[in-house]
């Protein structure tokens, strides 16, 4: 396999949208075919006390942005009011789909409940975040490959084994198949 571009930790969707299309066999994906990929329906989850929860988010349920320096955000729980020193990566709550959706359709959105920051505090924003200020988790750009890259991607980076040295095993010549 080809040697593919290193992700950094947060990808923008530009970023991720290179990847996936030197990873994909026969896609070129953009940032619009990324955010779309996003708002595809999963299988629904069970958590740990039997409640299912139905997500429209096909990641790890992580959409980040950067906020800029000398952006206001205001504090959910205390009301005061913070100034960003630096660019600061804050994630989405909920409802991410909305986000995602509109900033697909509109270029830009204002995410509805806040974002919080990697300390886990919760702020109210006004900033509308552009499609250069979405990030994702590096992993959830390989979950976003079809299912076939993305076997064949964990195949070459040493993943799954067993199903390598079958095939290997296999390549020599033609294998009888057990009867049924």
């Known amino acids: 396999m080809k040697k593919l571009p290193r992700l950094p930790e947060h990808p923008t969707l530009d970023e991720a949208a290179e990847w996936l299309t030197e990873a994909s066999s026969d896609e070129v994906w953009s940032t619009s075919s990324v955010l779309s990929r996003l708002l595809e329906w999963k299988t629904p989850e069970v958590l740990s006390d039997g409640t299912v929860r139905q997500s429209r988010v096909a990641t790890s349920r992580e959409v980040w942005v950067v906020v800029p320096p000398g952006e206001v955000m205001t504090d959910q729980v205390d009301g005061a009011e913070v100034v960003t020193r630096g660019g600061q990566l804050a994630y989405i709550l ?42 994702i988790p590096k992993n959830d750009v390989f979950e976003l490959l079809p299912a076939f890259d993305r076997l064949m991607f964990e195949l070459d980076r040493g993943e799954h084994s067993d199903l390598a040295r079958l095939v290997d095993d296999g390549a020599d010549g033609w294998t009888e198949l057990p009867d049924r």
């Open 94 to 135: 909920e409802p991410i789909d909305l986000f995602v959706r509109t900033v697909l359709h509109c270029g830009e959105a204002v995410p509805n409940n806040g974002v919080s920051s990697q300390a886990g505090r919760r702020f109210h924003v006004t900033r509308s975040f552009s499609v250069r200020d979405v990030r």
